[in-house]
């Protein structure tokens, strides 16, 4: 139990004792950490109990501030400050926390739970390699997981891809007219850029062919159905589905070298998913689905035989769910996918990582599943996040407008090479150690600008200031658990030193205001950590560790540590800059960046 729960129920348990005649409501005692321009540790807000007990706020603080320190093994003083009761946590209780748990490498977790959730990420199309869009997507699904296991869910980690569909017959039909047998290996590049280049090339054919069209006296609607190209994509979609082999092994082909190509940015990125789904296996699921849901007239059929659910007297609109040729729609396969997951996992939730241009699409998917009386209806949670953008705008891959993760992540590995190199720091470092030195910073750096950000909220990506030093960056934090590691170099003290080195440690001294701002922030990290898997919300973390390193920095630049005043002093110093250390590497790995040991 946190401190701040021991001291609600305290306050609870005090007012009970002082006013046993009152029935007080569930939850009245809201229990904060104090302002820093205020004196003590913890704040109980007095306004709510006024009313009910109709006594004054200096009064009824003085009241349970007594109790407390008289009766509570916790607090020490107290001060009443405009309706608020401040109060001072003894530093006894500050010392035993640190004993216990200075060198507990899973402080914050929570054990294991019977909860089962999926959360999907990433999901990409085979039609081009993944793009600095998928990254919040991907950067946020696999920190939520990780945050969700680490209080104890049992998590299951998916990407469906989207490996069929008329976007992916349109990279595969510009390759049958272009490529002349390209291949990764002839053209000396990932599979998944050889794929994306001839989705791009289509919409380049496509347009010129729309516009000849136009010219030859098609009105913009006509030309855009009649383009040559486009009709020979949507004829490969029907042959696909009919199981054309010839189709069906040129798409074999290019989907390999996708998953080739996907399988080093994934490795780089450093991600993982325990199970993998594929739309061409889940949308004939879909599809029995549509057909149940003909039978009982959930659905309708219109005269062209497509198939649509009619959601207007639930506010929303006509929905298609199966062409009228029979071929699949986007949410055809969802709705096999949903279904499937449930069945095979039996989950109490099914996170979808999605951006919150596809939020219609998601309300519509889950009322689709209500209405068909599907079990997995209850579980589905849409984790929407809002657009990123670069200082430049926004990116459109099929105008070849996009700038690939690959990219972006080599961009990020040169910053960090240029800005170490600038500032001088590689000395004492071989080759290696500066080349894989650079990879954690710039992927930290990439990583923790997309997850600073509560996801809700668009955001522009700017990469230099991703990676400032003095900045609200990685960068800052990643240097402040170096300095650390410095430190105990230099006291011959490990990172994770067996609990006996300090042992024989008492507290016969006051601990010291910059050194509480430190017991302070570590014991708040199980609610940290907690309140980030409730609201499935990374940015939490990351905001925790920016202040929690600034306060290491203040703490350092106030109080030495091989010059303590004495050596209780010095070893009480050394126990807290370790557990600042821990907690920063076990918040940070779960937004899956790595906390270099110099820099």
Request: net charge negative; charged share 25%.
């Amino acid at each position: 139990m946190t401190l701040a729960a021991q001291l609600k129920l305290a306050a609870e348990q005090t007012l009970h004792k002082l006013f046993p005649e009152i029935d007080f409501p569930a939850n009245i005692v809201t229990v904060n950490q104090t302002k820093p321009e205020f004196p003590g540790d913890y704040t109980i807000v007095l306004f709510p109990f006024l009313k009910l007990l109709r006594q004054k706020p200096d009064t009824l603080g003085i009241l349970i501030g007594d109790h407390l320190v008289a009766h509570s093994s916790i607090v020490s003083s107290y001060q009443i400050v405009s309706g608020f009761l401040n109060l001072a946590v003894k530093d006894s209780v500050w010392f035993a926390f640190l004993q216990n748990q200075f060198n507990n490498p899973h402080f914050g977790e929570i054990p294991r739970q019977d909860n089962r959730v999926m959360v999907e990420y990433s999901s990409p199309n085979t039609n081009k390699p993944l793009h600095f869009g998928h990254l919040r997507n991907i950067f946020l699904g696999f920190a939520t997981g990780e945050i969700l296991k680490a209080t104890g869910q049992q998590v299951v980690k998916a990407n469906l891809v989207n490996d069929r569909g008329i976007h992916i017959c349109k990279s595969m039909i510009a390759w049958k007219r272009y490529a002349n047998g390209a291949t990764p290996q002839s053209e000396g590049i990932k599979g998944d850029h050889l794929v994306g280049d001839y989705y791009v090339k289509f919409n380049d054919v496509y347009k010129h062919e729309v516009a000849e069209g136009v010219s030859k006296g098609m009105t913009q609607e006509e030309a855009e159905k009649n383009a040559p190209i486009m009709k020979e994509a949507q004829e490969m979609l029907r042959q696909w589905e009919a199981g054309d082999p010839e189709t069906r092994t040129l798409w074999q082909t290019m989907n390999a070298w996708v998953y080739d190509g996907f399988k080093v940015s994934y490795c780089r990125l450093g991600v993982d998913f325990d199970k993998w789904y594929y739309e061409s296996d889940t949308y004939l699921l879909g599809k029995k689905i549509v057909e149940e849901g003909l039978k009982k007239e959930v659905l309708f059929k219109k005269s062209d035989g497509s198939v649509w659910i009619d959601l207007t007297t639930d506010g929303l609109d006509e929905k298609l769910l199966l062409r009228g040729d029979g071929t699949s729609v986007y949410i055809t396969q969802d709705l096999g996918t949903a279904k499937l997951k449930f069945d095979e996992f039996k989950l109490a939730q099914s996170i979808y990582v999605i951006a919150d241009e596809q939020n219609y699409h998601m309300q519509v998917l889950k009322l689709i599943l209500k209405k068909m009386n599907e079990p997995c209806a209850d579980g589905i949670f849409h984790l929407s996040y809002g657009m990123v953008e670069l200082p430049s705008g926004r990116m459109k891959s099929r105008e070849g407008t996009v700038v690939d993760a690959d990219d972006m992540m080599d961009e990020m590995v040169r910053l960090a090479k240029e800005q170490t190199e600038q500032a001088g720091k590689t000395e004492g470092f071989t080759t290696d150690e500066l080349t894989k030195l650079y990879e954690t910073i710039g992927m930290g750096a990439l990583k923790f600008y997309l997850l600073r950000v509560d996801p809700k909220k668009k955001m522009i990506f700017d990469p230099k200031e991703s990676i400032d030093l003095h900045g609200f960056t990685a960068t800052f934090i990643q240097y402040a658990h170096a300095r650390i590691c410095s430190i105990l170099r230099k006291e011959n003290c490990p990172l994770m030193p067996d609990s006996s080195r300090f042992q024989s440690l008492t507290l016969s001294q006051n601990i010291l205001p910059a050194e509480k701002k430190l017991f302070v922030s570590l014991e708040q990290y199980p609610s940290v950590l907690l309140t980030a898997a409730e609201e499935y919300n990374p940015s939490a973390l990351c905001n925790y560790c920016f202040q929690l390193a600034q306060q290491f920095n203040s703490f350092y630049d106030e109080h030495s540590i091989s010059k303590a005043e004495n050596e209780e002093k010095k070893h009480l110093r050394l126990m807290l800059i370790i557990m600042t250390a821990s907690v920063l590497r076990h918040a940070m790995q779960l937004c899956g960046i790595r906390m270099p040991e110099k820099m």
